[in-house]
């Protein structure tokens, strides 16, 4: 395998001569698996070879690499004197050394680990998220953030529910109200739930969920962030659709601008989403609830370039793939919203608000609502159970706001 990307007989010959030399080539053949660029292949290997033979020189067994001995191996990088092995870029070398222990650790190759160990799961929450995702359809996603809630709570208030009262679950959740009304909504979300299903299972007194407070906060009290129609298409033209990156990018916004989609709508997408023959896409939204939405010509067209010019081959059916090696599918929603961040600043466009994906779903709908669609209409386009939700728009129009605004009191209309 050394030979892919080695061309001088004697390198190779050095390579195969090393300590290691057969795990050394297991890892090259996972590197050209994972179709890395060859000088960045190189420069993998290079490193993973230079940490064995670092390891090696110190008595450190292979079995033993982990986090620890790459933070040994990050200092001695620093006064290297090793021969063989010149002065490299310190990031790069770190990264491919973080590569080969990771890659020994799924092989199962290390025996030790030097961090702090994991702690179980407890068995109420294990059930409780298995009977989320059976009932309620929950997303590993969403359960991961009311893990870490009720982690906390069963630390505070102890792992036996037949011991839970009223008053320690609200100076709980109280407490946790101090880090913003969000991450508020989120606990007192995670910990109703969490008593509904030990209600339901007979774990703890009925009626308890009703001891969790709801938080202040007015329906309908904020206006939606979004940006204008010319704005939009400043921010699709900043894609360079002769690049690769720029393809996929282009294929990705609009996705965003034209349906709405969310940032966790484009991670799910997979190619047999895309019906070619009827020109439609199913999308998978909260609670796996599946939609088709049409197809349009431009986005057609989009991700027939993408997939036919720009998608590398990969091993997975995820639609839309990394665009630097190792080739795989969006780990969550955050690279999604980057790339639309991104191409803001490329357009010279402020972003008004966080989540810069979710903006553009903000804007098709304000600009369907301006064109005279009704909330109707846009509460189908972007997938919500209720038009209460889509109601948020309406206060967007300001022309027809205007028409009947009332004056106020005492005061002459102007």
Known sequence: MFTAFFESPCRVQELQ???????????AGEICRARYAQTTARRHIRAAEHLIFWADRHGIP??????????????????????????????????GARLFVGFIRHCAVVTTIDAEPTLAEPLLIASFCQWMRQQRGICDSTLHVYRRDLRALLNEV???????????????????????????????????????????????????????????????????????PDEV??????????????????AIMLLLA??????????????????????????????QRQTLLPLTQELGDAIVSYIKDSRPPADTDRLFLCALAPFRAFRSQ?????????????????CPCRGAAHVLRHSVATSMLRHGASLQEIAAL???RSTATTEIYAKVDVATLRQIAQPWPGVKTC
């Not at 955050?334 to 402020?350: D, E, L, Y």
């Open 17 to 27: 001569k090393g300590p290691q030399c057969r795990l050394l080539e297991s890892f």
């Open 62 to 95: 292979i079995t033993a690499f982990g986090a620890m001995v790459v933070e040994r191996f990050a200092l001695h990088l620093d006064r290297c004197r090793c021969p063989r092995f010149g002065r490299a870029h310190r990031a790069k070398l770190l990264h």
């Open 158 to 228: 102890g792992e036996d529910p037949g011991k839970f009262n009223a008053q320690g679950l609200r100076r709980f959740v109280l407490g946790r109200s101090r880090s913003g009304w969000a991450a508020a909504k989120t606990c007192t979300a995670a910990v109703r739930m969490f008593l509904r299903f030990l209600i339901a299972n007979g774990k703890c007194s009925a009626g308890l969920d009703a001891a969790i407070p709801a938080l202040a906060h007015w329906r309908l009290s904020s206006l939606p962030r979004y940006l204008r």
């Open 233 to 250: 298409e400043r921010v699709l033209a900043s894609c360079n659709a002769g690049t690769r990156v720029g393809m996929r990018d282009r």
């Open 258 to 287: 034209r349906l709405g989609l969310r940032a966790g709508d484009i991670v799910q997408l997979r190619l047999g989403d895309i019906d070619w023959k009827e020109g439609c896409i199913c999308v998978s939204g909260k609670g």
């Open 334 to 350: 955050g690279p999604v919203s980057a790339i639309v961040a991104h191409a803001m600043r490329r357009a010279g466009v402020t």
């Open 382 to 384: 972007l997938r919500h």
